[in-house]
DNA sequence: AAGCGTTCCAACCGCACTCCC
DNA sequence: CGGGAGTGCGGTTGGAACGCT
């Protein structure tokens, strides 16, 4: 689609713009089964034609497990606001403090929604009664009951918005609730002990276009679920426990490169996208899938 | 139905920051 | 301490969806 500026020489050949539901399934299969030690390796090691920065970004703002997806409520976005005016544009703290929200959702939100509703909100008060102290109830509150996933200290020392100097002095304790995020949630084991994606279990209103009325008919679960209903991901008990709000699953995990790559042909296979070819195939696949995959590309 | 303007938000970019050697 | 690599953050962009005429 072509956003933003030209590429840099380094990204020459890789894709942009949206995700395809096949590549989704891929940056999400091979996550759930490796962790996302290393995002720059990461592409190259899932054989996804991405730049690790888009990977990275399109786990975090949308495939990530324990994303709340949906409109904001009433309360979500109060606190939005409550937290903006104290903190300016910092959206991922403002983020950390709303559980299953991301900072580009929140911004997004801020700017659409949110920025329109605080200015109209601040003019009715002057024009209707000229009351002196019109925006004091949406630059300071103490009362935020947010929350994140561990105690947190947030010093808007640091804030730089004109909109809240006022509040730059003050600090703001905020009560929170751990995240107990387990990864049984999004994955379902079969009888024989080994896992699979689970679209349905892990959000129900999953959606890649919450723009859309019908933002229950997401490519990528709905491929999975007529699809790939089985959709294996080979014998990964060692991820069971994942909790990503507080693991980063490739400090923990380990596999060799040869796994790696072993299991990202049989992943092709299981998907059917013929991107590896038949069996003479594999070893060929299995010493440069890069090559390989950019070869059967073209 | 077609055209046009607006809204929304996923994804991009550059810069800043942190970590490691 | 300096430099490079990796990662995170915030601003911006542009295509798709939507609404209006």
């Known amino acids: 689609m072509g956003r933003g500026r030209a590429p840099c020489c380094e990204k ?24 996302h030690g290393n995002w720059r390796a990461l592409p190259k ?6 730049c690790g920065k888009s990977c990275r970004l399109r786990w975090i703002n949308y495939l990530r497990p324990d994303i709340k997806r949906g409109n904001f409520s009433k309360d979500e976005e109060d606190t939005i606001i409550k937290l903006h ?20 959702e929140i911004k997004n939100v801020w700017n659409t929604h949110l920025k329109k509703r605080v200015v109209s909100t601040k003019q009715q008060n002057i024009d209707s009664s000229n009351d002196q102290q019109s925006d004091v109830e949406i630059k300071t509150s103490n009362n935020i009951n947010a929350k994140i996933p561990e105690t947190q200290t947030i010093d808007s020392s640091d804030n730089q918005s004109g909109e809240s100097k ?19 949630t999004f994955m379902l084991d079969d009888e024989d002990g080994d896992f699979f994606i689970s679209p ?26 007529e699809e790939y209903p089985d959709f294996m991901l080979g014998d990964c008990e060692e991820q069971t426990n994942y909790n990503p709000t507080t693991t980063t699953l490739g400090e923990e995990s380990s596999c060799s490169e040869d796994e790696s790559k072993r299991w990202l042909a049989n992943l092709e296979k299981e998907l059917d996208l013929d991107l590896w070819g038949d069996e003479d195939n594999l070893q060929q696949s ?13």
Not at 12 to 35: C, H
Not at 171 to 182: A, G, N, Q, R
Not at 286 to 298: E, G, H, T
């Open 12 to 35: 020459i050949g890789l894709n942009k713009g949206s995700w395809t539901p096949a590549e989704d399934m891929r940056l999400v299969a091979y996550i759930q089964k490796f962790g």
């Open 85 to 104: 005016s104290l903190l300016g544009n910092k959206w991922s703290k403002i983020a950390s403090c709303l559980p299953g929200r991301t900072d580009n």
């Open 200 to 225: 349905s279990s892990s959000n129900e209103s999953y959606s890649t276009n919450t723009n859309n009325k019908d933002q229950d008919q997401d490519p990528l679960w709905s491929i999975m679920d």
């Open 45 to 50: 090691q899932a054989g996804l034609l991405r």
């Open 166 to 184: 006022d509040a730059s002095e003050e600090k703001i304790e905020i009560v929170i609730e751990p995240i107990s995020l387990d990864m049984s």
């Open 286 to 298: 299995l010493s440069d899938p890069v090559s390989c995959y950019f070869q059967r590309a073209l």
